[in-house]
């Protein structure tokens, strides 16, 4: 498979757990984003990796709130005691950054359930 | 910082033509994108058009740019039933970090 490709595509989690969520980017793109979209909404911007440049972290809701990208290609986010409102569909999306065109290929996202 | 702005819902005929438009703040901005997402799924580029372009046609797919009024619009003619879905405006300066628009929502009726 070529695509993004993010796990689980669903969680249902109970307020004041963690959860973990991954996405797996295309090979060889360099550029990694996570976003929330809420129902209805539009696109939240939460974190966005270029290379081995320090993230771009203004978009992260909170503390609660954190990611990692190893080796410049898998990324984690973690969501610390969840709390209802973060039940939303996280989206992570790859691209192959300034060399590009600046297209960015989304995975299918993860609908996050917080009871 | 950067803002993209666009309006929320468009309903038209199938058949119709149907025109999305979109502004935005950054005067820097060199690429400028229109995505679309269908229910359930993610994001995927429909087209996109260089800052120094004015018009760009993909089939049934036209986009303006109005760089002097920072205006950008989507025309999809003859639209069908299979166009309705969330069409969002971004914008990035040399390819990096893109800014979404909050989507238009099109609905299509028969």
């Known amino acids: 498979g070529a695509g993004v490709s993010q796990s689980p595509s669903n969680k249902v989690t109970e307020k004041g757990k963690d959860v973990e969520l991954r996405c797996d980017p295309i090979?060889?793109?360099?550029?990694l984003y996570w976003y929330r979209q809420s129902l209805g909404q539009g696109l939240e911007f939460l974190i966005y990796f270029q290379g081995n440049s320090a993230p771009d972290k203004s978009g992260l809701p909170s503390d609660r709130f954190s990611a990692e990208r190893t080796g410049g290609s898998v990324s984690t986010l973690t969501i610390q005691r969840t709390q209802q409102e973060d039940s939303a569909v996280y989206l992570c999306?790859?691209?192959?950054?300034?060399?590009?065109?600046?297209?960015?290929?989304f995975g299918p996202g993860t609908r996050l359930t917080v009871l | 910082g950067e803002d993209v702005e666009q309006s929320l819902f468009l309903s038209v005929r199938e058949g119709d033509s149907s025109v999305i438009n979109c502004t935005y703040t950054d005067s820097s901005s060199t690429y400028l994108y229109w995505y679309k997402q269908e229910p359930g799924a993610g994001l995927q580029l429909l087209t996109y058009i260089f800052s120094n372009m004015d018009m760009k046609q993909d089939q049934r797919l036209t986009v303006l740019l109005n760089k002097k009024d920072k205006h950008l619009s989507l025309r999809i003619a003859d639209t069908q039933t299979g166009d309705s879905a969330i069409y969002f405006c971004a914008e990035s300066r040399n390819a990096g970090k893109s800014t979404f628009g909050d989507g238009t929502t099109l609905t299509v009726k028969p």
């Open positions: 999306a790859s691209s192959s950054g300034l060399a590009g065109t600046g297209e960015q290929f």
């Open positions: 090979s060889g793109h360099t550029a």
